[in-house]
C-alpha cells in the first residue's frame, strides 16, 4: 500500500500568486457581504416591530460585524509590513532627529538627582 505525502495546508501548497489572488477575491466576497447585511440591517430597522423583524435584524447585524471583522483582518494582514521584510529601494532610510548640540541648544547635561 502506497501513502502521498501528508501537506500542512492548500496555501503552503499552492503557488504564491494563487494564494495572493485567493485572498483578494476572499476580500471582496467579504466587503460584498457586508454592503449586503448591512443593507438588509437597515431594512430591518426601518420594519415594525415583531419577532421576525428582531431576529432579522439581529441576524443581520451579526453578519455585517462578522464579515467586516475577517475584511478588516485580512486588510490589516495584506497591507502591513514585517519588521523583518527588507525594505523596498524606493523607501529612504530612517532619519534620526537631530542632536540637541546641532541644533543650537548647546551641550546636553544629565539631570543630576
Known amino acids: 500500500m502506497t ?5 500542512t495546508g492548500p496555501v503552503e501548497t499552492a503557488r504564491p500568486q494563487q494564494a495572493i489572488t485567493r485572498v483578494r477575491r476572499n476580500f471582496w466576497v467579504l466587503v460584498a457581504a457586508t454592503i449586503l447585511a448591512v443593507g438588509v440591517l437597515t431594512e430591518a430597522l426601518k420594519a415594525p416591530n415583531s ?5 432579522v435584524l439581529a441576524v443581520s447585524g ?15 494582514v495584506t497591507t502591513t509590513r514585517r519588521a523583518d521584510a527588507p525594505r523596498p529601494a ?13 541644533v543650537g541648544y548647546g551641550p546636553v547635561e544629565e539631570a543630576t538627582e
Not at 51 to 55: D, E, L, S, V, Y
Not at 94 to 101: C, D, G, I, L, V
Open 51 to 55: 419577532p421576525p423583524a428582531a431576529a
Open 90 to 102: 524606493t523607501d529612504p532610510p530612517p532619519t534620526r532627529a537631530p542632536a540637541r548640540e546641532a
Open 3 to 7: 501513502t502521498t505525502p501528508r501537506t
Open 62 to 76: 451579526l453578519a455585517a460585524l462578522a464579515s467586516l471583522t475577517l475584511a478588516g483582518r485580512i486588510l490589516t
